[in-house]
């Protein structure tokens, strides 16, 4: 596989510019955080002392001094998101310039829902966001990938079991590849959580989740359960497809030893479809790759660039690995 053009980065991605980048956003946000102190305590005392002279002691001494905090907290809050998206466009820019030069990077952009549900790894959700997109060419194959994070309204059972007010279905990097030829059917390979658990009854239920099951019975609306002989693909994957022949043709052995080796490297639920003239995939890892770090904290440590580097290198080679195993078929 390519690697990225390290030699480039070094001669002009300088750590010292990162980390004098650092510093300025550092003075800057003081500069801000006192002013804002300036403003914000002056009032609140000034309020305080007339709620006192109309005796409204608690409002005085408890609740309004509170609420200063929590502002003076939250504006803090929004000069470090502001030092991070300044940050990506300003230095990570660059820095992927150089090291992936076939990819154009957009910090604040991410793939969009309509992408994400044509693939059909959800059926639905109340909340989709993400970010930094990259858009690129591939073998001659475009393609474009993000973070995202997709979630939907837990029902009361799942809030009882500890799932909080939103469940996640989708944390991670999702991947639209725009194929040059037109697939006649959908075929879909998910994470097998049934089989892995339940064995032979666990393919027994996969088989009712088929919408083409002989019984007409259909839990998730999904399409023909399709079977391969590789055992480790099977614990690991289930595929569902309106046009087996088509399935069998698209699914070999070379793709099933990437989806299981990948599967291993992250640790992540793999999800992969092809629909229409369209290749999804997704690692839903629940990570959050690209995070900038405290803005207290010095840059100037030898992984910091490689950090970077090594999570879009990362991203960058799984891409390359499935043009080169669907090419060739």
Request: glycine letters at 6%; one cysteine or more.
């Amino acid at each position: 596989m390519e690697k990225f053009h390290g030699q480039n980065v070094n001669k002009a991605a300088n750590i010292n510019e990162f980390e004098l980048f650092r510093l300025e956003q550092l003075a800057e946000k003081k500069r801000k955080s006192n002013r804002a102190a300036l403003i914000i305590f002056p009032i609140n005392i000034i309020l305080s002392g007339l709620l006192v002279l109309l005796d409204f002691y608690t409002v005085a001494f408890f609740v309004l001094p509170a609420v200063g905090v929590f502002i003076f907290f939250v504006y803090r809050d929004i000069l470090d998101r502001k030092y991070s998206e300044k940050f990506k466009e300003s230095l990570l820019k660059k820095l992927f310039e150089l090291s992936a030069p076939e990819f154009q990077y957009f910090p604040n952009s991410f793939v969009t829902d309509t992408l994400f549900m044509e693939s059909g790894f959800v059926k639905w959700y109340t909340k989709y966001s993400g970010e930094d997109l990259f858009k690129g060419i591939v073998n001659e194959i475009p393609v474009e990938f993000s973070e995202i994070k997709v979630s939907k309204k837990a029902d009361r059972t799942q809030r009882m079991l500890g799932s909080g007010y939103n469940k996640i279905l989708f944390k991670g990097v999702f991947y639209a590849f725009s194929w040059n030829k037109t697939f006649s059917g959908v075929t879909q390979i998910l994470p097998d959580k049934m089989e892995k658990l339940f064995g032979g009854l666990g393919t027994l239920v996969q088989k009712m989740n088929s919408s083409a099951n002989k019984f007409g019975v259909s839990w998730d609306g999904r399409d023909q359960l399709v079977k391969f002989d590789n055992k480790d693909f099977e614990k690991e994957y289930v595929v569902y497809s309106d046009n087996e022949m088509e399935a069998r043709s698209i699914i070999s052995e070379p793709l099933m030893i990437f989806l299981l080796e990948l599967k291993k490297n992250t640790n992540a639920k793999i999800y992969i479809s092809f629909v229409g003239n369209k290749i999804f995939l997704g690692i839903s890892d629940n990570k959050d790759i690209l995070k900038v770090g405290n803005i207290n904290e010095s840059v100037t440590d030898n992984g910091f660039l490689q950090k970077y580097l090594i999570e879009t290198e990362a991203c960058i080679v799984s891409a390359r690995k499935i043009v080169n195993i669907l090419k060739i078929r």
